[in-house]
Antibody, heavy 120, light 107 residues
Framework: QVTLKESGPALVKPTQTLTLTCTFSGFSLSTSAMRVNWIRQPPGKALEWLARIDWDDDKFYSTSLRTRLTVSKDTSKNQVVLTMTNMDPVDTATYYC????????????WGQGALVTVSS | DIQMTQSPSTLSASVGDRVTITCRASQSISTWLAWYQQKPGKAPKLLIYDASTLESGVPSRFSGSGSGTEFTLTISSLQPDDFATYYCQQFNSYKYTFGQGTKLEIK
């Protein structure tokens, strides 16, 4: 059974760095062609893909946010970490992690999401 | 990056109706398109991938079609559980983009 769960602060201040952790089970990121993504959704708005990390440690980022994002993995802990620098109130959103299985085009399993509010 | 445009933004329909949602890509994406259903406070759920392949466990009243730049999601006979927001999503050049969503409301 595949599960993913996001964890991290519910509230961050403007200019701070956000660190979110995705802890997953039911698959391994050391398995060929497995990938984990981060996606966010501001309240009442559409979904926005942020980043992806692959089994071979390849990383891909949203064009508009790439300078602020870093994604990493700890395969032994079944965790993927997203950091986003210089947080702003417009970054207030529910942040999801989601798996893509081969060939990596779609998100077949999602976490429940973590709401992050950016406010002073 | 490829832009995805869904229409309509909101759709009012009744139980038993047949409804269609359209998604247009700003450039050709072959059939690399998925549809998701999202209910309030929940994560999206994958319904259809590769434009027309039904994800396991998804009812057969859902169907998808299209290729290139124009795609449709059809629900053949709306059930009460289908009232939700639907998103299309494409993959191209290691980037993913979603449409802005279509909210399906009870008439």
């Amino acid at each position: 059974q595949v599960t993913l769960k996001e964890s991290g602060p519910a509230l961050v201040k403007p200019t701070q760095t956000l660190t979110l952790t995705c802890t997953f089970s039911g698959f391994s990121l050391s398995t060929s062609a497995m990938r984990v993504n981060w996606i966010r959704q501001p309240p009442g708005k559409a979904l926005e893909w942020l980043a992806r990390i692959d089994w071979d440690d390849d990383k891909f980022y949203s064009t508009s946010l790439r300078t602020r994002l870093t994604v990493s993995k700890d395969t032994s802990k079944n965790q993927v970490v997203l950091t986003m620098t210089n947080m702003d109130p417009v970054d207030t959103a529910t942040y999801y992690c989601a798996r893509t299985s081969p060939p990596g085009r779609y998100f077949d399993y999602w976490g429940q999401g973590a709401l992050v509010t950016v406010s002073s | 990056d490829i832009q995805m445009t869904q229409s309509p933004s909101t759709l009012s329909a009744s139980v038993g109706d047949r409804v269609t949602i359209t998604c247009r890509a700003s450039q050709s994406i072959s059939t690399w398109l998925a549809w998701y259903q999202q209910k309030p406070g929940k994560a999206p759920k994958l319904l259809i991938y590769d434009a027309s392949t039904l994800e396991s466990g998804v009812p057969s009243r859902f169907s998808g079609s299209g290729s290139g730049t124009e795609f449709t999601l059809t629900i053949s006979s709306l059930q009460p559980d289908d009232f939700a927001t639907y998103y299309c999503q494409q993959f191209n050049s290691y980037k993913y983009t979603f449409g802005q969503g279509t909210k399906l409301e009870i008439k």
